[in-house]
Structures are given as structure tokens and as C-alpha cells.
């Protein structure tokens, strides 16, 4: 199976007027080949439908916030133009919105949504991208209070959504906007003009929660539009590095330098139309693999050139990329099974049926093209197995995780409490779909702060079979989405772990020796 080898080398959704549609399981964390037939999750019935107005993009967000401190997770939903946002809390078998009273809906349209601990008083805040501009709201104790963010917006441009590090590790949360030209002025496959093309913005904290743009002096403009940008520690060097998933144009990677600059990496991605991202670490090695979407093989390739040159070469397939260390990546999707997949948005690894691999998760449709009104695709639901030695992701529909609607972006949280991982479908123009996960194996959950300090904490689980994955905190992944601050490690049929190693982004390790199992341990 083909593996391209990327490193320092060579060099994004748009709407077409012409639409053609083309339409496992193992114990331990020994990563056994063992097949049993999948439990499938269990519906919850959701209150709340997302509405698109037209003259906006068609995307909402998601944030998993633990509003009140009281180990229970809800779920921010931005609403459409006109539309207030929803704050979703599982409640007597159900997902009811309970955001009336709590400062945190406009009616402007809603884009992405981040929550973490900025202003670091205990509560958990919330950042939100609208299409008017970029707002943080400051929880006291379940109530929020609204303050607009001041940024030089590029003209005729939008921000998606907002992501949080301590770039400079003087313990306060810096912020990295995702920017995108505004509805009125998009269009579709236009990858080389400048002018369509709308920078990022990278804010330092001030420490006093103003921000000074150096977007410039940092080196991290970006070259197009961009859906989603994630900082994730790549060289494991314990400094928060810049990846940025960005329409019509090539991935852009950053290195950090550790003086608040960033120096570009370039990796050899073709132009494509890169929307979704998801980090994990699916090789066990201990450093964070890379899932990129695109639009797949719905539509043919030669509808999309745009305004390309004769010399430049783009891709509908989605990227799967597996960190070597350093900076140096090798393309994988062929080998893992993932190579002619359709239309794609966000994208989240997770391990659904706890056995100790990550499987994948990747929401589907588009709601700009009509072909997709009728023959939708499914959205995917990929559980990782090892065949004869090889790893490859099995799209698994007996899970019962089918979503036959506009999906934007998986989102995981424990709604129930019980430990083990549900998911939340966010649709565009639709009704959110939640499930329950009801898989009958063993785990351990860790429950991380909210923190600015937890962003890039590594966690790892040894057992008597060897190591798991390695586990980071690395804030939004998805699209416009923030995940679970909850990390669960299946172990299979495993009854016994050795230790939990936690590494914290400042050099500090905590060993938790015999930590018990199907249960949450909560980090300080």
C-alpha cells in the first residue's frame, strides 16, 4: 500500500454551480486482532435544531464546558442569524437547552466556540466567533458576562473560530483566530487570489486579558482561508506548535520557536479543499498523527481547478499523515484504508468501543449542493483493527452512529457521567443527533482542568500488556468545535493498570501508580 514520505520539502470547500454525485476490536491495549461484533450506541432525543439564514456561511459550532464546576458537562451550540444559541444539558433521558438566564446567546450568526479557563478564577469561559466579530464570556458561577475582543479583522472576512495556548509559556492563554472571507465575497475554488484570501490573527495575552496583535512580528498570517487551526505540541519539545487547515491551498505547519515567533514548515500537501482536523496519536509511538478532510470523491476532480495554474496540482482526498518525529511526516491515508472516501467536514479521533485503539470519526453532506438533499452520505464511523499485521480504520455502521443530515462536526462528551465517551452530531441546518455509548468494556477516564496550564498535557496508561496510545490536551479539533476536556483509555477486557503517566507541557511528571478502573481520576 502507498506511503509518500513528507518533510521539508514543496508546497480549500467551496460551492460549484455543476453537481455530480460519484457516489475489530481487540482486548487489551495489546492491540490484539481479536473481532467481536459491535455494541451499538443509543439514541438521545436532542431540543434543538440549528437553522442556516441565507447571506451567512452555513456553519455553526459546538463547545463541550463544564459551566457550574460540578463534574457534569453541557454543550454550547451556536444558532444561526436570527437564531439564539443553545447551552444543551443531559436531563431526564434527553438533551434540553437550558441557556435562557445565562448571558450566552446573541442573535447574530454563531460560528466556532472554545472553552477554557482564560481569566483563571476556577470557572470555565467561553470564546465565540460570530460573524460580527470575536466575544469572550466570563463565567461567574453558571452566569456569563460578554466582552468583545478587539481585532483588526481583515476586510470582508469573517472569524471561524478561536484557538488557545500559552504560546510564550508565561502562564497566560494566547489566542489564534481562523479567518475566512464573508459569504457575500466567496467564491468557490479560488486558490490564487490574494486579495479572496483573508489572514489569520494571532493575539498575545497581556496578562491583564487585552491582547496585542503580532501576527506580523510572529510570522503565523497564514496564506487562505481557514476553517480550523489547532496548536498541538508536534516535535515534543514541550512548546505549543500551529497547524492550520485551510480552504484552497496547502496545509501550513509552525514551528514554535519559543520567542514568540514561529518559523513555517513546509510539508508537501497539494492544494486542496482542507476543512476538518483531527489529532491523535494512532500509532502509539507517543507523538500526535494528523487527519485532514477534503471533499472527496463526490464530485470529479477536473469541476474543482478553478482558477489553478497550469503547474499546480490539487487533491480531493482526504490526508492522513503520521508524525515521525521532527517536523517529518509521512502520508498513510492509502495504508489505513481511508483513500476514496466522499465529502468531508470535522473529523475526531476517538476510541468508541474501548479496546484501546483510536477509531475516527468524520461528518459528511454538504448543504450547498442539491445532489446531497437526496442521497446523503452517511457520515463515517471508522473502528481501527490490525489485519495481518497492518492497521486500517473499518467504517463500522452497526455502532448505529448513521447521520443521514447536513453533519458539520462529531463532538465527544460524557453526557451520562458514566465514564465512557457519547457523541453529539452538529448538523447544519438540522437537528443535532446525540447517542449514548453503551460498549461493555473496561477504561480509565481522566478528567483535565479547563486550564490555559493543561493545554498540552500528555497522558499515557500502562498496562500489564504494554503502553496505550498517548493521550494530548490540544483544545479545538473537529470543525469549529472544542472537544471534551476528558480523556478515556479502553482497555479491552483488561482488568488491571499498571500506571498513568501525566506530562505536563512544563517539564513536570506525575506518576498515578494501580489507578482503579471504569472510573474518572480527576488532575489537579
Known sequence: MRQR??????????????????????????????????????????????????????FTGAAVIDIDGDGTFEIFVG???????????????????????????????????????????????LLVAREDGVFLYLNDRGRFQERRIPVDLPVDSVPFHVAVADIDHDGDGDLYISVFVNA???????FNDPTHAKPNRMLLNNGDLTFTDITVSSGTASKQNTFLSVFVDLDSDGWQDLVVSQNTGAVEFFRNMKDRTFQPVTVSSIFGFWMGLAVGDIDRDGDQDLLFTNVGRSIPLFLTTGDLHKDQRHTHDWMLLRNDGNFHFTDVTNAYGLSGEGFAWGAVFEDLNLDGQLDLLVAQNYIKWPV??????SGRTYLHSTESGTPVFHHTPALGLENPYFGQSPV???????????????????????????????????????????IGTNITIETDKGKSETRAIVGPAGMLTDQTPELSFGLGDC??????????????????????????????
Open 412 to 454: 465527544i462528551v460524557d453526557l451520562d457521567g458514566d465514564g465512557k465517551q457519547d457523541l453529539l452530531w452538529l448538523n447544519i441546518d438540522g437537528p443535532a443527533r446525540a447517542f449514548l455509548n453503551t460498549t461493555r468494556a473496561n477504561y480509565v477516564t481522566m478528567t483535565v482542568p479547563d486550564t490555559v496550564a493543561a
Open 5 to 58: 514520505r513528507l518533510c521539508h520539502t514543496g508546497p480549500i470547500m467551496t460551492m460549484f454551480s455543476l453537481m455530480v454525485s460519484l457516489f475489530v476490536l481487540s482486548g487489551c491495549a495489546s492491540g490484539s486482532t481479536t473481532i467481536s461484533p459491535p455494541i451499538p450506541f443509543t439514541p438521545v432525543p436532542v431540543d434543538f435544531t440549528h437553522a442556516w439564514a441565507k447571506g451567512t456561511h452555513p
Open 79 to 125: 444558532g444561526g442569524a436570527g437564531q439564539r444559541d443553545a447551552l444543551l444539558s443531559y436531563r431526564g433521558g434527553r438533551l434540553v437547552n437550558i441557556e435562557p438566564g445565562t448571558g450566552l446567546s446573541q442573535e447574530s450568526t454563531t460560528y466556532g466556540s472554545t472553552a477554557i479557563d482564560l481569566d483563571a478564577d476556577g470557572d470555565t469561559d
Open 495 to 524: 482488568e488491571q493498570v499498571v500506571r498513568v503517566v501525566v506530562q505536563r507541557p512544563n517539564g513536570q511528571t506525575e506518576v498515578i501508580t494501580s489507578p482503579p478502573i471504569n472510573r474518572k481520576i480527576r488532575l489537579r
Open 184 to 190: 457575500k465575497n466567496f467564491r468557490s475554488a479560488t
Open 372 to 377: 446531497h438533499r437526496f442521497l446523503k452520505l
